[in-house]
Every structure is written in structure tokens, then in C-alpha cells.
């Protein structure tokens, strides 16, 4: 199985209601990201979380990360329809080099959420 | 400022021949990815430049598949010989050498007949 898998594989809500997602992984990171993917392309970052980091916000989101259990949410509140996407988690356990890690990320296969007007 | 662009949008293909993607990062970024999506999937990682040093090539799937880059600008993936299961969406992402975000390209989509 792959590093960064989500769950669920979909997720269906009403507009206002909140979304969450999972994701789990197997090897110790640097860092973990969420990007969100529309009509099939253009991946756009949301937020990224560090390994020593446990939660962080940005607007509407909130990550968390458990480094014990391997494992992130991203929880999207008051969703709206323009929502309506594919949210993947990418975990970047490259090794650090003078204190950066190159950035190769591992992806998982995403949580597709439909938001309903 | 501009993001990262790639061309072509679309490129049909019959199995056998030989195809060029490219990838213009933005301005600035040191560091280029590229990465393929078939349908349905996550990304796949394939192959990483970073400024002058050796790329890391340990995604790309077969010896049919290679990229270059030149300095710190554009990149091009060659696929030879391509198959059907080659098809895919193949994106480009970009980011500088101090911060790990990504900032993608809207992608190749690549169709074998």
C-alpha cells in the first residue's frame, strides 16, 4: 500500500457542513501537506505541517498530525460549493540536507468532496 | 508573477513513437519535480532537479523515460517508445530552495492509441 492514503475515498456534505479527511502513512517525515486538485488538474497547496508541529490553522482549515500514530486530518469548517475537489496528502520524507530536506513528495490517492448547494 | 506553465495541454500519440513534454518553472525556483497522475490516481513521482546537482531519477519507470534540465529553467520529459499504459497526466512543480511548498503546472494529459 502507498504512503499517504486518505480516507474516505469520497465524501458527500451539504454546503455549511464540515469536512473531514484522513490520511495515513507508513515512514517517519519531515513534513506533510495538503494540496487540493480541481477538473482533474492544477494541484494547489493548502497547508503544509511539520513534523514537530501537532495542529495548524489556515482560514478555513485545520491539520492535524499525530506522529505517533502516523496520521493527519484536514478539516475543512463551514464548506461552501467552491469546495468541491479532490484533496490529496503528500508526505515529504526526504532526507534533509544541511537542515532541508529536497522536498520529494509521496501522495496518497485522495478524498474526492462533493459540497451540495 | 507568472506560475508554471507546460506544454502541450493535450498530446495524442501512437504506441511506438516518441514524445517530448516541457515545463517552464517559475522564475526563481531551484527546484523542479515532475510527476505522472493516471486516472483516478495519486501522483507518482519521477524525477527531481535541484539547481546544478545530479537529479534524482529513482521515480522514473523505465528506461524509455528521460528528463533534462538546463540550470535553473526549463525542463522537458522524453518518453520513448511509448505504451499505452503510459498514458497519463504528467505535471511539472516548482518551488525555491528555502520553502517546501509546490506550485504545479496545469499538467500534459497523455493519450497512447
Known amino acids: 500500500s502507498q504512503q499517504g492514503e486518505e480516507d474516505p475515498q469520497a465524501l458527500s456534505i451539504q454546503e455549511g457542513e464540515n469536512a473531514t479527511m484522513n490520511c495515513s502513512y507508513k515512514t517517519s517525515i519531515n513534513n506533510l501537506q495538503w494540496y487540493r486538485q480541481n477538473s482533474g488538474r492544477g494541484l494547489v497547496h493548502l497547508i503544509l505541517i511539520r513534523s514537530n508541529e501537532r495542529e495548524k490553522h489556515s482560514g478555513r482549515l485545520r491539520v492535524t498530525l499525530d506522529t505517533s500514530k502516523k496520521s493527519s486530518s484536514l478539516l475543512i469548517t463551514a464548506s461552501r460549493a467552491a469546495d468541491t475537489a479532490s484533496y490529496f496528502c503528500?508526505?515529504?520524507?526526504?532526507?534533509?540536507?544541511?537542515?532541508?530536506?529536497?522536498?520529494?513528495?509521496?501522495f496518497g490517492q485522495g478524498t474526492i468532496l462533493t459540497v451540495h448547494p | 508573477g507568472a506560475g508554471v506553465s507546460q506544454s502541450p495541454s493535450n498530446k495524442v500519440t501512437e504506441k511506438g513513437k516518441d514524445v517530448e513534454l516541457r515545463c517552464d518553472p517559475i522564475?526563481?525556483?531551484?527546484?523542479l519535480y515532475w510527476y505522472r497522475q493516471r486516472l483516478g490516481q495519486g501522483l507518482e513521482f519521477l524525477i527531481y532537479f535541484q539547481g546544478n546537482s545530479a537529479p534524482d531519477k529513482s521515480g522514473l519507470p523505465s528506461d524509455r523515460f528521460s528528463a533534462e534540465r538546463t540550470g535553473e529553467s526549463v525542463s522537458t520529459l522524453t518518453i520513448q517508445r511509448t505504451q499505452q499504459e503510459d498514458s497519463a497526466v504528467y505535471l511539472c512543480?516548482?518551488?525555491?530552495?528555502?520553502?517546501?511548498?509546490?506550485?504545479f503546472g496545469p499538467g500534459t494529459r497523455l493519450t497512447v492509441t
Open positions: 512543480a516548482s518551488r525555491t530552495s528555502v520553502y517546501y511548498e509546490q506550485y
Open positions: 503528500a508526505t515529504d520524507a526526504s532526507p534533509n540536507a544541511g537542515g532541508t530536506s529536497y522536498g520529494k513528495l509521496t
Open positions: 522564475s526563481g525556483h531551484t527546484a
